[in-house]
């Protein structure tokens, strides 16, 4: 087995457990986003602090990375929150493809904040995955699930931001382990005082779904980071989308969702961008 063909498998396997984060969380009931969020990125942050401590890697920050790991925490926390609040209100493939809307922010934010320049493709790419996000959310008075759906969205655009900080700190030499420890603990700490003063009784199944978001999604962290070891993003990225796939049959099986046509064109119009600007990028690479 080849390393492309290893990364293909390993972020095949992120999907499926962020896919499964997302049903154990709907499955966790009737409980606020942000104890749900609390639960998720605590065990991830146990998982990271077992890896950094078998890698000898010490719990410290590269000097003058403190400020982007906190754009990074307080972004992907916003991210986590929106997109926990739009599982529990909407279509289960219709929550992840609002927050696969990421990788289009992500473009956007780079441009902004890291001078990296667009192409006119990628401009195309970014407009065309918006209008698909609003085949998604249907912007009508009439739609009882637009505040879930504009939320959904702006979890997409707080993972871009995160992706993007994720990217310069990868740039400037900081551990991916620690970004997720770091990460992991910010949004612990953030959401501790809600626990403490707005806590809600849980069920011991409740509590057990909820322990096992927090396994899914520590396993997806752990295999998309494997995936990007074997394969360069340009070759394995687009096979991240797979992810609504695995959701839509897990929506279906488990509650009986059926994504409507405006959803399912939404889809379309985005993963065919995804998988446009793919092929864009990797004649680029080739020809350069």
């Not at 195309?124 to 969205?153: R, W, Y």
């Amino acid at each position: 087995m080849n390393q492309k063909t290893k990364g293909i498998l390993c972020i095949l396997m992120s999907a499926f457990c962020f896919a499964l984060m997302n049903t154990f969380v709907r499955l966790s009931g009737d409980l606020p986003s942000i104890q749900k969020s609390f639960f998720r990125n605590f065990i991830a942050a146990i998982f990271a602090f077992i890896l950094l401590k078998k890698d000898h890697t010490p719990l410290h920050w590269q000097k003058g990375n403190l400020r982007f790991l906190f754009i990074r925490s307080i972004c992907g926390t916003i991210g986590i929150l929106c997109n926990f609040y739009a599982v529990d209100h909407l279509v289960l493939s219709d929550a992840s493809m609002l927050n696969k809307m990421s990788p289009f922010f992500a473009i956007v934010f780079s441009y902004f904040f890291l001078k990296e320049k667009c192409t006119p493709i990628q401009v195309g790419g970014v407009i065309l995955a918006f209008i698909g996000s609003l085949f998604i959310i249907k912007p009508t008075f009439s739609n009882m699930e637009l505040l879930p759906s504009i939320i959904g969205f702006v979890g997409g655009m707080g993972a871009g931001a995160a992706y993007t900080a994720v990217r310069h700190l990868g740039q400037r030499g900081e551990k991916g382990a620690f970004i997720v420890f770091f990460f992991s603990m910010f949004s612990c700490l953030v959401t501790l005082p809600y626990l403490i003063f707005q806590y809600h009784p849980m069920e011991a199944w409740q509590l057990g779904y909820l322990l096992l978001a927090g396994l899914a999604a520590s396993g997806g962290q752990f295999s998309i980071t494997a995936a990007y070891c074997y394969a360069p993003s340009k070759e394995i990225s687009v096979y991240d989308y797979s992810q609504v796939i695995f959701s839509a049959l897990l929506g279906f099986i488990l509650f009986q969702q059926i994504p409507d046509g405006y959803s399912i064109l939404g889809y379309i119009l985005i993963c065919a961008t995804a998988i446009i600007m793919f092929l864009y990028n990797n004649r680029k690479v080739a020809h350069s």
